[in-house]
């Protein structure tokens, strides 16, 4: 394992995206080079989280007034890493809804059987399809959720520790 560079600016990553896909392959690559000094198994898991949070707003997201684009910052903060993903969002039933699915990921103990129940819905219900990125951030890529709603732009923020 390599050792962990120190940096001069814990900013790592800001960008503004427009709402499309493209956008996705982009940012891997540029999550990787920013993360290029740290330990393979960091840089793969912010890859995956970012690409999630990404997917997720293009997905999702939508101008509104406050967010044209999606946004995203990647930083060192205290021997932790931090992603958010910003997006507009009128929707406010899919909000509530993308809300208690994080606040159940947060308290949950044991973040693999959430994953394990949510592959297990997926199986017996062949016509269901997605809803498992959240599920594989906190379980495969070992990151912390945090949610905000203001002025119709949701905000997920992921967060892990590392030494």
Not at 68 to 79: A, D, Q, T
Not at 98 to 126: C, H, N, S
Not at 140 to 152: A, R, T, W
Request: glycine share 8%; with cysteine; charged share 25%.
């Amino acid at each position: 394992m390599k050792p962990l560079k120190k940096l001069e600016t814990p900013v790592l990553l800001n960008s503004s995206l427009p709402h499309a896909w493209d956008q996705i392959r982009k940012i891997r690559k540029n999550v990787g080079d920013a993360l290029s000094g740290y330990d393979s198994s960091l840089r793969a898991a912010a890859t995956m989280v970012t690409s999630e949070l990404i997917e997720n707003a293009v997905k999702y997201g939508e101008e509104v007034p406050a967010a044209s684009h999606i946004l995203l910052s990647m930083s060192m903060e205290g021997g932790r890493l931090v992603i958010s993903v910003s997006n507009g969002c009128a929707d406010g039933p899919g909000v509530r809804q993308l809300e208690g699915r994080i606040r159940e990921i947060a308290e949950a103990e044991d973040k693999a059987a959430l994953y394990m129940a949510r592959l297990e819905q997926l199986l017996a219900e062949p016509t269901e399809s997605g809803k498992l990125g959240l599920y594989r951030i906190a379980f495969e890529g070992e990151f912390d959720l945090q949610f905000s709603y203001v002025d119709n732009v949701v905000r997920i923020t992921a967060t892990r520790s590392f030494q």
